[in-house]
């Protein structure tokens, strides 16, 4: 009896735990306002959302097959997506010289951050460690909050239409 009760407030725990997380608030969940991307750059949200509408998009990893093809998607319809202001940062998982050279092999125009100690993916709830974030597509707000996420990908679903289809970039003033 006693095991039972064990599994069963195991169960309830986690099952409380992930209500907490799911149901977080937009103003707890803000994207970091001063960063450095991988060559050590310093981004400032507030300039890079002056004029833009700011896209972050995780990477499981830097072999993740599935991730490398979103990029190469999202590389192809920057046009289209720049008819809505929108600009990219990618949040990688990993030591910095293995992400420098994911990064110069994919030419993806935008910086790309480390996701040191998963610091920023853990504000979001992406954080899979030791060595994962959970695939995302995020829109934020201009203070940082989260306008619209999807999350995951598979090798038959891609983020970029989920994307497209929500900021209707074509009908776009």
Known sequence: MKVLDLKQTKISIIFLSFLLTANLNASETRFPRNISDINDDKLSFSI???DKIVCLIT????????CIEQLERIKKK???FEKCNLTFIVLAPGPLKGIKA????????????QDKNF????????DNP??????AVIL???????????????FDY?????????LDCENWI
């Open 48 to 50: 890079l959302t002056k």
């Open 59 to 66: 990477i499981k990893s830097i072999t993740c097959p599935i």
């Open 78 to 80: 920057v046009l289209n």
């Open 102 to 113: 994911f990064a110069k092999k994919m030419k993806f125009p935008f910086p790309f951050i």
């Open 119 to 126: 610091s920023i993916s853990k504000i979001f709830n992406l």
């Open 130 to 135: 030791p060595f994962e974030i959970m695939p």
């Open 140 to 154: 934020f707000e201009k203070n940082g909050a989260v306008k619209w996420r999807q999350l995951g990908r598979s």
């Open 158 to 166: 891609f983020s970029d239409q989920a994307l497209e289809d929500y």
